[in-house]
């Protein structure tokens, strides 16, 4: 049942979405042929998408809304709401669905009602690249996900696509609270329009990251050439690279099925994301890194931060920290319940390694790429000297 709700509510999303482009595209007295033309879209696939008939990439929506002069925002709001901009905050679901339904209850009860978190849905987001260029061309006002997603305006934040950045939480919270991550960082994110809402870095999307496969992998030369899936990231591809397996891209969404049908044999992801995505299915063996899952940011463009009064915006920083200690919480008590069940229902076999082995050849291979200029060692200076 609650698949048949989930699907049906996407139905009337699509379709609410069609009609206010057709009524947008007609109040510009564009007509259909126009306008998909100026979006780089086919005739035929528009004009499913403004009969509700299909999605469409967020991205494209995007540029559908500029052509019109309309925020992306305004396609998922109700009538009521449409013209409240400044009180309300646009985001996408992406990963963080359930953070953000909490985020969305804190900041609700922290100003009173008067701002609301509206949450895109039912469209392909692909790449989280493109999702962090929209929240930088200001077409959506928040954005959570992993610092390292925003290194192409941020370089210092490329080491963190690798494991084993810190030792511990408090190294690792040193380092955040740094003059160095505050002037490259924290400022050149403000530059370019991005502020940080969780100065207390305490959003964590999982406690520690493993590999699974469909076999066991005890020592870093266990993934000579294993194909292993990575995101879009020339950082992990040189990784991979040297440590002598076969890198290959795959979405997020695609990472199952890519399992499932042999195209990887190996995934590094958070242990907390295996059940709920049945990824042990074929693959049961669970190596455990010991490596220090890096907290997500809550970024917020200061175009919006800056609309709202002192007031509010001290609201919707202890609604973003109460949040973050909730879904932090969830997710948790989560990871140690879905080991149980993974064990359970699909066989899995988690496996207690030697770190050391996967430190040493992870600071072997950090320090080639900071020789070839790919990261930066004034950065990797920061993060071990913070104190």
Request: proline content about 3%; charged content about 25%.
């Amino acid at each position: 049942m609650e698949g048949v709700d989930k699907v049906a509510l996407e139905a009337l999303i699509q379709k609410n979405v069609g009609e206010r482009i057709r009524k947008l595209r007609k109040a510009k007295n564009l007509n259909a042929v126009e306008l998909a033309s100026k979006a780089g879209i086919s005739q035929g696939q528009f004009s499913k998408i403004e009969n509700g008939k299909a999605t469409i990439s967020i991205k494209n929506l995007a540029g559908i809304c500029r052509l019109l002069g309309y925020p992306l925002s305004y396609l998922f709001q109700s009538e009521s709401s449409a013209h409240a901009g400044t009180r309300t905050i646009t985001t996408v679901a992406g990963l963080e669905h359930e953070g953000l339904h909490w985020l969305d209850r804190e900041i609700s009860r922290y100003t009173d009602k008067v701002v609301t978190l509206n949450t895109l849905g039912t469209v392909q987001f692909g790449p989280v690249h493109e999702q962090v260029d929209l929240l930088l061309k200001g077409e959506i006002d928040l954005f959570v996900e992993e610092l390292v997603h925003f290194s192409r305006t941020a370089p210092a934040l490329r080491h963190l696509a690798l494991p084993y950045c810190f030792r511990s939480k408090a190294k690792r919270l040193a380092f955040f609270r740094s003059s160095y991550f505050l002037e490259n960082v924290t400022n050149r994110l403000l530059a370019k329009g991005i502020r940080c809402l969780n100065p207390r870095w305490n959003w964590i999307r999982g406690l520690q990251n493993v590999i699974i496969s469909n076999r066991p992998i005890i020592t870093p030369r266990d993934v000579k050439g294993l194909r292993v899936r990575i995101y879009e990231s020339d950082i992990l591809k040189k990784f991979w690279d040297k440590m002598g397996a076969i890198p290959v891209v795959v979405p997020y969404g695609g990472i199952r099925q890519a399992i499932d049908s042999g195209k990887v044999d190996a995934v590094p992801m958070f242990k907390a994301l295996l059940y709920r995505n049945r990824l042990c299915r074929n693959a049961g063996f669970i190596t455990i890194l010991g490596d220090l899952a890096c907290p997500m940011g809550v970024f917020v463009t200061e175009k919006k931060y800056s609309s709202f009064s002192h007031e509010i915006q001290n609201s919707l920083k202890k609604a973003c920290n109460s949040a973050g200690d909730i879904f932090s919480l969830t997710v948790k008590r989560a990871e140690k319940k879905n080991e149980k069940l993974n064990m359970s229902r699909y066989g899995a076999v988690y496996l207690k390694v030697d770190l050391e082995p996967w430190r040493l050849e992870t600071l072997r291979i950090r320090r080639e790429l900071m020789a070839e200029k790919m990261l930066s060692r004034t950065a990797w200076d920061a993060m071990e000297n913070a104190c």
